[in-house]
């Protein structure tokens, strides 16, 4: 069973950062692309970041461009998610997955939470 587990999350204060990471036990995730998700309270959840199997290739949801990194370590099975300049807005449970997720083979991890007081 595939298992993936988001560490990192916090409270922060408004221009703050954080690191998110996500491992990945029972499969490697080497050989797809991996996406960060978030939901905020009473929202759906919605895409963050993606990369590329081997990190050459990134893409980014307008609302983060420029203040989030998203980066992958496929030796250690692991994604990160680097979040600097971070806005109360951006407070929310993080997932990562593939993108698009396959749910049946890799279910959500129960994520960590993100809160950015202003």
């Known amino acids: 069973q595939v298992q993936l587990v988001e560490t990192g999350g916090g409270l922060v204060q408004a221009g703050g950062s954080l690191r998110l990471s996500c491992a990945a036990s029972?499969?490697?995730?080497?050989?797809?692309?991996m996406g960060w998700f978030r939901q905020a309270p009473g929202k759906e959840r919605e895409f963050v970041a993606q990369?590329?199997?081997?990190?050459?290739?990134?893409s980014y949801a307008d609302s983060v461009k420029g203040r989030f990194t998203i980066s992958r370590d496929n030796a250690k099975n692991t994604v990160y998610l680097q979040m600097n300049s971070l806005k109360p807005e951006d407070t929310a449970v993080y997932y990562c997955?593939?993108?698009?997720?396959?749910?049946?083979?890799?279910?959500w991890g129960k994520g960590t939470l993100v809160t950015v007081s202003s």
């Open positions: 990369i590329n199997r081997f990190g050459g290739g990134t």
């Open positions: 029972g499969r490697t995730l080497s050989g797809f692309v």
């Open positions: 997955n593939t993108n698009p997720p396959q749910i049946a083979a890799i279910p």
